[in-house]
């Protein structure tokens, strides 16, 4: 697998290829080469995208929304660099999304029937949500059709399928004992299709754009894990890579909000940290792009998000058990086939991960740092 070299992608990414204005082939392969670094794809893959753009049509993507609140739509094209949802615009189709359409009502629904039949075994299909089943999935119903029949309809055609958020990952918050409406993940309701799951409330853009960038340039699904989450990002729980866990492995623990021990910034396990049961990149994928950004960052306990039987299960302020308490002499190697480790990358003391993490993590850090100065081609 070809290293990734952040230093000199950020610095050299001219081109004087006919066809396309330098400025824009340079800052479209710059966001590329950033986004594929993010996620641990090789430096290679940027041309590869930005080829596959130019070359015909963008693959058609059809998102679907059933029980949720959005927020991973917005999450996604809300970003502080918005280099990142012009980028996810200008690669795919995107054919259908509810929040985002003009359209309403039967054009519409004219328009999700025209994208499924046109692009019939090539769209991917994005849903955002739970589905609820319990009485025939009657409490969620858009044009006279359940979730249910909406979802299952739109996979049968589909090339690949993504569940984006917590929600359609596992149910969510709707799924919440005593789970009124039978509301669940997307796996479940398609049994037998591989549903690529991305959970988070909400989860991270650079998850979602990494999957679908490696499938639309490459044709490819990255590795899974048993819950169908991509390995690059949901290899590793959050407590293996935290920058408190030196104050944990040292017994140093916050007790109360606004504590000594909260103010010094140490382990907020006894808060009700699921750090160490959550398999998540957020403590080195920050949110948009903004060092320091997430939960335990800002000083409060990771709440499981990602994971199904803790994340709206298990109360805020209650602990989990600890499967490992003592530090081991070795951290096992993130589990993507995405490059080699690269420690220092990370920047975070004391952290020893994968090429992918840290590769995600500066790569974030530079796009802030363009955005600050203003010097996106520096
Ligand atoms: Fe970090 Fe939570 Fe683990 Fe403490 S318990 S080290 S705050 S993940």
């Not at 409406?181 to 853009?205: D, Q, R, S």
């Not at 940290?273 to 306990?301: D, L, Q, R």
């Not at 803790?310 to 995405?338: L, N, S």
Request: one cysteine or more; glycine letters at 10%.
């Amino acid at each position: 697998m070809e290293p990734i070299d952040l230093a000199s992608l950020l610095s050299d990414s001219r081109s004087d290829e006919p066809g396309q204005s330098q400025l824009e082939r340079r800052d479209f392969l710059k966001i590329c080469t950033l986004a594929a670094a993010a996620v641990g794809l090789p430096a290679s893959a940027a041309s590869k995208m930005a080829e596959a753009a130019a070359a015909g049509p963008r693959p058609s993507v059809i998102w679907l929304h059933f029980q949720e609140c959005t927020g991973c739509s917005e999450s996604l094209l809300r970003t502080s660099h918005p280099a990142l949802a012009k980028l996810i615009l200008d690669l795919i189709s995107l054919d259908y999304h509810e929040t985002l359409f003009a359209a309403a009502g039967h054009q519409a629904e004219d328009a999700l029937a025209e994208a499924m039949e046109k692009n019939a075994g090539k769209y991917v299909l994005v849903i955002e949500g739970s589905i609820p089943v319990k009485d025939g999935g009657i409490y969620c119903k858009i044009a006279g059709k359940t979730a249910l029949e909406i979802a299952k309809e739109a996979a049968e055609k589909a090339a690949a399928i993504i569940a984006i958020g917590s929600c359609a990952s596992f149910g969510g918050v709707q799924s919440a004992p005593p789970n009124p409406t039978g509301a669940t993940g997307a796996p479940e309701v398609l049994a037998g299709k591989t549903v690529v799951t991305i959970p988070g409330c909400p989860p991270n853009p650079y998850n979602f754009l990494g999957t679908v960038l490696q499938f639309v340039t490459f044709g490819t699904l990255p590795e899974l894990d048993a819950k169908g989450r991509p390995k690059f990002a949901y290899g590793r729980t959050i407590h293996e890579h935290c920058p408190r866990r030196p104050h944990f492995d040292a017994g140093r623990f916050a007790l109360k909000f606004g504590d000594e021990g909260h103010r010094q910034g140490y382990c907020l396990y006894r808060l009700g940290c699921k750090g160490p049961a959550t398999y998540a990149n957020c403590s080195v994928m920050h949110f948009n792009e903004i060092e320091g950004a997430w939960p335990i960052g800002i000083g409060h306990p990771c709440v499981g998000c990602t994971e199904a039987d803790i994340a709206f299960k298990v109360a805020i302020h209650d602990t989990v058990e600890i499967d490992r308490p003592t530090p081991p002499d070795q951290y096992p190697p993130v589990g993507a086939d995405h490059g080699g480790v690269s420690p220092l990358a990370t920047g975070v003391a004391g952290l020893v991960g994968g090429a992918a993490l840290g590769a995600g993590w500066m790569a974030a850090k530079k796009l802030a740092e363009a955005d600050e100065d203003g010097t996106e081609d520096s």
